[in-house]
């Protein structure tokens, strides 16, 4: 069974900094891009960050280039979220995603396995 875990969300304050973590099992994910999504409460969900399979491309929403910094360890299955500088406009369930395939894209259909997500509030 495939699965994607996302974990080190929660309760933060402006200006303060956060790691998600993103888990994989099942399979591997190495030749698979990876992305970050958003999805705030009665928004749609919003692409934030992806990463090609090899960690040699990353590409960023507007919204967040600049403060957040995606990365991955193949050899962990995992992918990472560095968020700083956090504005309470980034509060929203962060959710991880593999892609169909190897390199970087922003749609959300491209993208084959989904996380539970993990809830990022940030106090103002």
């Known amino acids: 069974q495939v699965q994607l875990v996302e974990s080190g969300g929660g309760l933060v304050q402006a200006g303060d900094s956060l790691r998600l973590s993103c888990a994989a099992s099942?399979?591997?994910?190495?030749?698979?891009?990876m992305g970050w999504f958003r999805q705030a409460p009665g928004k749609e969900r919003e692409f934030v960050a992806a990463?090609?399979?090899?960690?040699?491309?990353?590409y960023y929403a507007d919204s967040v280039k600049g403060r957040f910094t995606i990365s991955r360890d193949n050899a962990k299955n995992t992918v990472y979220l560095q968020m700083n500088s956090l504005k309470p406009e980034d509060t929203a369930v962060y959710y991880c995603?593999?892609?169909?395939?190897?390199?970087?894209?922003?749609?959300?259909?491209?993208?084959?396995?989904w996380g539970q997500g993990t809830q990022v509030t940030v106090s103002s």
């Open positions: 099942g399979r591997t994910f190495s030749f698979n891009a």
């Open positions: 990463i090609s399979w090899s960690g040699a491309s990353t």
């Open positions: 995603a593999a892609a169909r395939l190897g390199l970087i894209t922003t749609i959300t259909n491209e993208y084959e396995y």
